[in-house]
């Protein structure tokens, strides 16, 4: 079988560098710990990308991707705005604050970048069927991308999440499967699916093609530095669920640096979780450097992983950075929801109100200077949370088609 | 106490490609223990030099993850299942 992973030409194991041939393998065999894939890049230029396509694509070079994956069946993601945020800016007394919006992928959130890449893995591969544990997001991106590259799908979810997740999820087809227990317990199930024949042939993109899916999200880095004008933000804050949405975001910005694709500059990176599932902010405030798992109990049922495998990374990053860790009540979270979409048109589903919620805490608590240059990440689509909002889902007046009627309101 | 052991694909080389086998011993620890003499080698792969259990390891003692238990003191009772699982999540 003659693989193509573009400039990817190994696995390599995050804890002990340990080296292996490309293949559906996600821990390594002497210490379990991650692998990722290993790259040599050649020399890429900043014209090789700007003439690329309006999506991830454009940095495909840097991706485990073949050169010609835009010709693919693929849902093609990425490439969302950076939005100048004035008056939130203002309302928060930051100067130069950015939002970085990835409900304007194609099914609303940031995971059709990180799933866009497991299915070249899978077509790699020969799998014929997708499949992954999800809090809500990477279900529907799934399904939604084996539809599109003419795979089967066949996800899982814990029982009793969002309605219009769940909706999405099943639109796409494809077998939805709901499992009664937390998301841990999902993951922990699909380690067990992936080791039976029951699930031979089978991509689970966030189990056995992980060290490809998670690249995806280095193009978060590409996109924001690229909007930028080819500039890395002075701060950023990022939401953790897994935690490894921000160490990819940390590994792209550097890459940038050792191809010369941006100036060498430090970068403060912020990390973002609600209290109600919040070990990385615990264990980056007590100064510790192992997370100590928790149950999650929050409305941010995106973040809601109680034991987060990269969560040691992410101290180690927020700490290497000069950044910091921090958490917001539920009750912040809606109002940083509030906030976002009065001051600037975004509507953000839970992990957004967490990011923004964090912003918000950090300038207050003198963590973040309000006088760089600042994104925030908003990871998808507040029409997938409805839930968070429902209260404030009713007309400010109900009157009767009458000047007078709507004077009263007045 | 006599109990069961999932093994994880990528442990199945120690036990020539069992993914279940059957394991002795009061607690975690003891389970583990065992284990290694049966299938030279596995311990160290499931526990690091100071015989802590790897990060990246989850180990549950019937439905708990033994992080939530007593970690290796986690009582092994008779016919318990005991998995060993490689940590991902995320999603």
Redesign the interface.
Same mark, same amino acid.
């Given at each position: 079988m003659s693989l193509d992973f573009g400039p990817a030409t190994a696995l390599s194991c995050r804890?002990c560098g340990a080296r292996y041939p490309l293949g559906p393998? !996600?821990?390594?065999?002497?210490? !379990?710990?991650?692998l990722e894939t290993a790259y040599d890049f050649g020399d890429v230029k900043r014209s090789d990308i700007e003439s690329g396509p309006a999506s991830i694509w454009r940095y495909r070079s840097l991706l485990p991707v073949p050169a010609d994956v835009a010709s693919k069946p693929n849902m093609n993601p990425g490439w969302t705005p950076l939005v100048k945020a004035g008056n939130l800016g203002r309302a928060l007394g930051i100067k130069s604050l950015y939002v970085k919006d990835d409900s304007a992928n194609p099914t609303h959130s940031f995971?059709d970048r990180v799933v866009a890449i497991a299915v070249e893995a899978a077509r790699n591969f020969g799998f014929h069927t997708l499949s992954? %544990?999800?809090?809500g997001?990477?279900a529907g991106a799934v399904t939604a991308a084996a539809a599109r590259a003419g795979l089967e799908a066949c996800v899982f979810i814990p029982a009793g999440l969002e309605q219009a997740k769940i909706a999405m999820a099943r639109i796409f087809g494809g077998k939805l499967v709901a499992i009664e227990g937390s998301?841990?317990?999902v993951?922990?199930f699909c380690?067990?699916l992936?080791?039976?024949p029951m699930g031979d042939k089978w991509g689970f993109?966030?189990?056995n093609l992980?060290p490809y899916y998670?690249e995806g999200s280095k193009t978060l880095a590409y996109e924001i530095a690229e909007q930028l004008g080819w500039r890395l933000p002075e701060q950023i804050i990022i939401p953790i669920? %897994?935690?490894?949405q921000l160490t990819k975001i940390d590994k792209g910005f550097k890459e940038l640096i050792k191809l010369g694709l941006v100036e060498d500059r430090p970068y403060k990176i912020f990390g973002a979780q609600a209290l109600g599932c919040s070990p990385v902010s615990a264990a980056y405030k007590a100064g510790h450097d192992?997370v100590? #798992?928790v149950?999650p109990d929050t409305i941010a049922k995106s973040l809601a992983?109680g034991? #987060?495998?990269?969560g #040691?990374y992410v101290l180690d990053i927020a700490r290497r950075t000069g950044g910091a860790v921090e958490d917001v009540t539920d009750a912040e979270i809606v109002a940083a929801i509030k906030l976002l979409a009065t001051t600037e048109g975004i509507f953000a589903e839970t992990a957004g109100g967490v990011t923004v919620g964090v912003l918000k805490k950090l300038v207050e608590t003198g963590q973040l200077d309000p006088e760089a240059e600042t994104v925030v990440l908003n990871t998808g689509d507040g029409l997938k949370t409805l839930d968070a909002v429902v209260a404030d889902a009713q007309p400010t007046a109900v009157i009767r088609p009458s000047l007078d009627a709507f004077r009263a309101t007045v | 106490m006599s109990v069961t052991v999932?093994i +994880?694909?990528?442990l199945?080389t120690y036990t020539g490609g069992n @993914?279940e086998v059957t394991g002795e011993g009061a607690t975690l620890r003891d389970v583990l223990a065992k284990l290694d003499s049966d299938y030279p080698g596995i311990g160290g792969?499931?526990l690091?030099e100071s015989g802590k259990i790897?990060?990246?390891?989850?180990v549950?003692v019937g439905?708990e993850?033994v992080?939530?238990a007593q970690g290796l003191d986690t009582p092994a009772p008779e016919g318990t299942q005991i998995?060993i699982? +490689? @940590?991902? @999540? /995320? /999603?």
């Open positions: 804890e393998s !996600f821990a390594c065999v002497e210490c !379990f710990g991650p995971k992954c %544990s999800s809090t997001n990477l998301y841990d317990e993951n922990r380690s067990e992936i080791g039976d993109v966030n189990v992980r998670a669920a %897994s935690g490894s192992v100590q #798992p149950k992983i034991n #987060p495998a990269d #040691p | 999932r +994880p694909t990528i199945r @993914a792969r499931i690091d790897r990060r990246f390891v989850n549950y439905e993850d992080r939530f998995s699982i +490689p @940590a991902v @999540a /995320g /999603g």
